[in-house]
Antibody, heavy 119, light 106 residues
Framework: VQLVESGGGLVQPGGSLRLSCAASGFSFSDYFMSWVRQAPGKGLEWVAWIQSGSAYINYADSVKGRFTISRDNAKSSLYLQMNSLRAEDTAVYYC?????????????WGQGTLVTVSS | DIQVTQSPSSLSASVGDRVTITCRASQSIGNYLNWYQQKPGEAPKVLIYAASSLQSGVPSRFSGSGSGTDFTLTISGLLPEDSATYYCQRGYSVLAFGGGTKVDIK
């Protein structure tokens, strides 16, 4: 299993950025996927998850209405479109596979991609 | 929404000690509670899922217990490589994390 994030970088407040996560080594279309972020020196913050067929999606209140999670099962790829970015969105963004065994948990994670929101 | 709160925020213990970290949910979450370990510069790693199930490959010195609103992660026999930050996470709907507990070795 491998998850590789890309698309991070420096963006001005109010700007947009699209993160990608390329998945390999498993049947991507069978799994729910998630984004989790971590601001510098801070704890983990769950951002969003998406059902395997994209029918169900959930967001943290902090990003609702600004971020959009999506996936392309044919390309084994997960995305996070981030609009109206704020300084507090500065973080390392991790893509993670979700698995359900009596609880939803992330069993595989990418290495993360850094998003910096600054003028 | 349901919040999960960890305590303590940090602790220092000696090699061989038994270490206990607590996570409390603002409402009952059944057994929908996971524990992760994160070392500096690395992605998190799941240790325990569904409150008490040990993830494959995780050493048996790690254990989890609890249900409803009160949960515990125990490290029985702390090793130097256990120096890390530990997070609890709600395991359904809003997958919120606790604030983390940093464990240092004395």
């Amino acid at each position: 299993v491998q998850l590789v994030e890309s698309g991070g970088g420096l963006v001005q407040p109010g700007g947009s950025l699209r993160l990608s996560c390329a998945a390999s080594g498993f049947s991507f279309s069978d799994y729910f996927m998630s984004w989790v972020r971590q601001a510098p020196g801070k704890g983990l913050e769950w951002v969003a998850w998406i059902q395997s067929g994209s029918a169900y999606i959930n967001y943290a209140d902090s990003v609702k209405g600004r971020f959009t999670i999506s996936r392309d099962n044919a390309k084994s790829s997960l995305y996070l479109q981030m609009n109206s970015l704020r300084a507090e969105d500065t973080a390392v963004y991790y893509c993670a596979r979700l698995r359900y065994i009596d609880s939803w948990f992330s069993d595989y994670w990418g290495q993360g991609t850094l998003v910096t929101v600054s003028s | 929404d349901i919040q999960v709160t960890q305590s303590p925020s940090s602790l220092s213990a000696s090699v061989g000690d038994r270490v206990t970290i607590t996570c409390r949910a603002s409402q009952s979450i059944g057994n929908y509670l996971n524990w992760y370990q994160q070392k500096p510069g690395e992605a998190p790693k799941v240790l325990i899922y569904a409150a008490s199930s040990l993830q494959s490959g995780v050493p048996s010195r790690f254990s989890g217990s609890g249900s409803g609103t009160d949960f515990t992660l125990t490290i029985s026999g702390l090793l130097p490589e256990d120096s890390a930050t530990y997070y609890c996470q709600r395991g359904y709907s809003v997958l919120a994390f606790g604030g983390g507990t940093k464990v240092d070795i004395k």
